[in-house]
């Protein structure tokens, strides 16, 4: 089972689309999905609860399944503020514009929690859209 976890539809419709974390259980069983996208999404909730709901996501994915992480990064976003690439106007565009966030995160946020059980394929940033990309296996524990 694909599922694709964002506020924003999924472009393949390959995916179960999950716009609400909280229909998690009712959509996809522990273990079962074999390929997990969470777009622009975690940042909706504050860094207390990113544990907790990082946990919950990975729950569902099975053996040898994949997960892709893709959220606005923080350090990018000041960077290019602070080098004088974008203003202020645009900074809070790219950071408030089409999301309601609670928290910030970074690509080493979220590829810390993936350090046991999960093998990083791939992560990227985008320097330009100010975004990380982060794409994990889970593997058997040693």
Known sequence: MKIYISTKEPEDKNYNHISNVMML????????ATDI??????SQFSE???PQLL?????????????TLV?????????????????IKDL??????????KSLLNIESVSA???????????????????????ARRVAND
Request: include cysteine.
């Open 48 to 50: 207390d609860e990113l």
């Open 25 to 32: 259980d009712k959509v996809v069983l522990d273990c079962e």
């Open 113 to 135: 929690p993936l350090s046991k059980g999960f093998k990083i394929e791939q992560s990227s940033i985008d320097s330009q859209l100010g975004n990380f990309f982060v794409k």
């Open 37 to 42: 996208i969470v777009d622009d999404y975690l």
């Open 71 to 87: 959220d606005t990064d923080v350090d990018i976003l000041s960077m290019r503020y602070t080098r004088g690439d974008i203003s």
């Open 92 to 101: 809070n565009e790219l950071l408030f514009g089409s999301v309601s966030r």
């Open 55 to 67: 946990s919950k996501i990975l729950s569902k994915l099975r053996l040898d399944g994949t997960i």
